[in-house]
Structures are given as C-alpha cells and as structure tokens.
Nanobody, 129 residues
C-alpha cells in the first residue's frame, strides 16, 4: 500500500554532495522502514543503508559509512539520503524500497534486497573524477 518516488540525482564532481529524496504515499506499516540500494553499470544491485524507525535501528554499508546519512521529514512523508564526499565509485542508479511488513513490525533494517517488496523508479547519480 506504499508508493515510493526517488528524486534528487544528478551529475557532480568527486567531493561534492547530493541529497536524494524518497517520497512515500500510502501510510502503512511499510513506511516504518526504508532501505536504499544502488546499481552501477554492469554490476549487481547493492545495499547502501536501511532504517527502522519503529526499532530505532540503522545500518550502513561499509563503503558509505561516515559519508552518507539517512533521515526523514515526517510532515512531508519523505525520507532523505544525504551523500557527502562523493566518489566516482558511487555512480549508480539509486533506489529506495519498503520492506515486507514483518520487518517493519520487528524493527529490523534488513540489508537483504529480497526482503523488500516495494521499489521506487530510481534516480541516477553520476560522479566524475
């Protein structure tokens, strides 16, 4: 019952920052937890970060830890991914996703993409060296 739409991507130079947005409609249990994933050209989809506000838990991939931060604006029903110190290897299509309801209920910020059943359309991030 949740629809997700990403925005905020673009082309930047190494060292720059971007803030991605994930706007959610349909306030169900799925909105209690959100994950961010990315897929670079010719590579597999990979986990970036996830949060469960129900349990107050967050999880970050080692490749983005200390550079990326996930947050939300409850009034606008939007989740943000602040990306600082961007590197060329961050170039990818970024997706936000909502997990299966059980994970929201348990407060688990799962990194397993197979446990997410609602996905946004993706937004392109390109970082030039």
């Amino acid at each position: 019952q949740v629809q997700l739409v990403e925005s905020g991507g673009g082309s930047v130079q190494a060292g720059d920052s971007l803030r991605l947005s994930c706007a959610a409609s349909g306030r169900t249990l799925s909105t209690l937890g959100i994950g961010w994933f990315r897929q670079a050209p010719g590579k597999e989809r990979e986990f970036v970060t996830a949060v469960s506000w129900n349990g107050g838990n967050t999880r970050y991939a080692e490749s983005v830890k200390d550079r990326f931060t996930i947050s939300r604006d409850t009034a606008k029903n939007t989740v943000y991914l602040q990306m600082n110190s961007l590197k060329p290897e961050d170039t990818a299509v970024y997706y936000c996703a909502a997990p299966k309801a059980i994970y929201a209920l348990l407060g688990i910020p799962t990194a397993d993409a197979k446990q997410y059943d609602r996905w946004g359309q993706g937004t392109q991030v390109t970082v030039s060296s």
